[in-house]
């Protein structure tokens, strides 16, 4: 199985902020990975596909780059809607392995 | 527009089997695989297996096989997730999920299982 691996596992924050999280693959999975955003209490909301391509509706100050083994997804200037927990996962090979995931909080 | 819209919460005895079902609506029930993702309590998301519902063929997770059934059913444009011999670490919100090509689109809005004696 292929190991995916996020980095930090928890983040503080504020508002106007950069924020980046990285996500790294046991192997490579060319450009098959997927981002999602989790609120406590909710279901996970899809936010980016194939590495960089947004999801319809996705706001444009989230941003998603890598292929290979390492990715990123970039949130510029952070809004108070985003503190939430982020997931990456690959969908190279089954089975689609998540990371551990990020906690973005202020 | 799309929904998938999942059934409600279990409360289940260790040894029994659960079934939850996921139906969906706003697209051709046929022409996307649906996923099937664990979340237990504090957690982070565990991918269980898919199944395509035009022919249903599935793939599971090694750490499910044996234990769940995942099929789907195109005269009611559902599918569901039937999981076996529940244990104790069962416990947790199952959640099913669509996808176009291979990436996760859209999601339901998850089913809580509880295990317990």
């Known amino acids: 199985d292929i190991q995916m691996t996020q980095s930090p596992s928890s983040l503080s924050a504020s508002v106007g902020d950069r924020v980046t999280i990285t996500c790294r693959a046991s192997q490579g999975i060319t450009y098959y990975l997927a981002w999602f955003q989790q609120k406590p209490g909710r279901a996970p909301k899809s936010l980016i596909y194939a590495a960089s391509s947004l999801q319809t509706g996705v706001p444009s100050h989230f941003s998603g780059s890598g292929s290979g083994t390492e990715f990123t997804l970039t949130i510029n200037s952070l809004q108070p809607e985003d503190f939430a927990t982020y997931y990456c996962?690959?969908?190279?090979?089954?089975?689609?392995?998540f990371g551990g995931g990020t906690r973005v909080e202020i | 527009e799309v929904q998938l819209v999942q059934s409600g919460a279990e409360v289940k005895k260790p040894g029994t089997t659960v079934i939850i079902s996921c139906k969906v609506s706003?697209?051709?029930?046929?022409?996307?695989?649906l996923h099937w993702v664990q979340q237990a309590p504090g957690k982070g998301l565990e991918w269980m297996g898919v199944v395509d519902p035009e022919d249903g063929e599935t793939k599971y997770t090694e750490k499910f096989q044996g234990r769940v059934i995942m099929t789907a059913d195109t005269s009611a444009d559902t599918a569901y997730m039937e999981l076996r011999s529940l244990k104790s670490d069962d416990t947790a919100v199952y959640f099913c999920?669509?996808?176009?090509?291979?990436?996760?689109?859209?999601w339901g809005q998850g089913t809580l299982v509880t295990v317990s004696s």
């Open positions: 996962q690959q969908y190279y090979s089954y089975p689609h392995t």
């Open positions: 999920a669509r996808s176009t090509g291979s990436e996760i689109d859209y």
């Open positions: 706003g697209y051709s029930f046929t022409d996307h695989f």
